[in-house]
């Protein structure tokens, strides 16, 4: 019989596949149910942190503009689950068809997820999406695979 934090971090790997459900369909009434409320992102473009769920879902419209078809990628998701806290970090690449036409195979990121249980449910409370940083140049390594 599993034990609670086997259920949870099931739970968890099942939300962080609706995650890529609503990216892949575009869909952000589906997404805004993942998120806590004030929720705080560090995403990949500016600002430094998108604060609250209407700024995490203002950023994902932004992206859905970009493309006419999009898929979102995880890969090598590790958990760690508390009680009513749990944190992963996995490799995720978003790539697709941009509005032009063009076929991308995007770039992987390094993402990290910080989930609060709250009413029972686990929500995401904070995620952040990076690239290496080539010190000498000041600019982000985006040709990295894992």
Not at 48 to 73: C, M, P, R, S, T
Not at 74 to 99: P, Q
């Amino acid at each position: 019989m599993p034990t609670r934090r086997e259920e949870d971090e099931a739970t968890i790997r099942r939300h962080i596949g609706r995650v890529v459900e609503g990216i892949r369909a575009k869909d952000l009434d589906a997404l805004r149910r993942l998120y806590a409320t004030d929720v705080v992102s560090f995403d990949v473009e500016p600002p430094l942190q998108h604060a609250g769920i209407d700024a995490k879902l203002k950023n994902w419209a932004k992206v859905f503009a970009v493309f006419q078809e999009v898929d979102y990628e995880v890969r090598d998701l590790t958990l760690a689950v508390g009680d009513d806290v749990a944190f992963g970090h996995c490799f995720g690449r978003l790539s697709g068809t941009l509005g032009n036409g063009t076929a991308t195979s995007g770039i992987w990121v390094r993402g990290t997820f910080c989930f609060r249980k709250t009413g029972g449910d686990w929500l995401i409370a904070h995620d952040q999406a990076s690239v290496p940083l080539d010190i000498a140049s000041g600019r982000g390594v985006t040709d990295l695979e894992p």
